[in-house]
């Protein structure tokens, strides 16, 4: 047994409250990995779009993992205000402000958009009026991305930023040693406050963001059958 160990008999139970934080900030950050690609699937099939899929990667860090998700959300969000640029660019001013009308019926705004796409793709699917009304008609999925960016930014610039991703199923020491690094063993205190803090903040955020792209791929689906 460790000295600090004998110094601090709590550092087990800390040690142990370490691992489950950190696979539960997995977790979240798999299922946004998730989200976010099957996101990026819809607009590159039915708005023209070309943004690469992304995949968490196992031999990153969790910073590496945040700055691949940042990036995609970036350019998620740029694709967005492009469509919206497109829109107002074309539309004349009356029919431009029916997209962001919540009395508008959604029926006439995704006509509304579907011509405009005609025009830009020169052939749009039916889907396409659909899937830009909901994310131009409702900022939902940009709040939620704005979001998750200043959250991921804040764990990847943390203590945990530099933690590997690929070190669970392996015994607990040696998860804790990857987890730990140079750090004492009696910081562990800190490292759990330091995951209960970004986690509470970060998987409420994530319910949002994955609610909101739900809302988006599960009518298409819906739409494709």
């Not at 939620?144 to 804040?154: E, G, H, P, W």
């Not at 994955?210 to 009518?219: L, R």
Request: with cysteine; net charge negative.
């Amino acid at each position: 047994m460790a000295l600090s160990d004998l110094l601090y008999p709590d550092n087990l139970k800390r040690r142990q409250e370490v691992i489950r934080l950190h696979q539960e900030l997995l977790d979240c950050m798999l299922v946004n990995f998730h989200a976010t690609d099957e996101l990026i699937e819809v607009l590159n099939a039915h708005l023209g779009c070309t943004i690469a899929q992304i995949k968490m990667e196992k031999g990153g860090t969790i910073k590496e993992n945040c700055d691949i998700i940042i990036q995609a959300m970036s350019e998620i969000q740029q694709e967005v205000w492009k469509i919206d640029k497109e829109m107002k660019e074309m539309l004349e001013p009356m029919l431009y402000q029916k997209l962001y009308d919540i009395k508008e019926p959604e029926v006439e705004k995704i006509a509304i958009a579907y011509k405009v796409f005609s025009i830009v793709l020169g052939e749009a699917t039916s889907i396409a009026g659909m899937v830009a009304v909901k994310l131009i008609g409702s900022n939902i999925i940009i709040v939620a991305v704005n979001k998750l960016v200043t959250l991921l930014a804040q764990i990847g610039a943390s203590v945990l930023g530099g933690i590997g991703i690929a070190i669970l199923g392996l015994g607990i020491d040696v998860i804790l040693q990857a987890i730990l690094g140079a750090v004492e063993r009696d910081q562990l205190l800190a490292i759990v406050k330091s995951y209960e803090e970004h986690l509470a903040e970060f998987k409420a955020a994530s319910e949002k963001y994955q609610h909101a792209i739900t809302e988006v791929t599960s009518m298409v689906k819906c739409k494709i059958k």
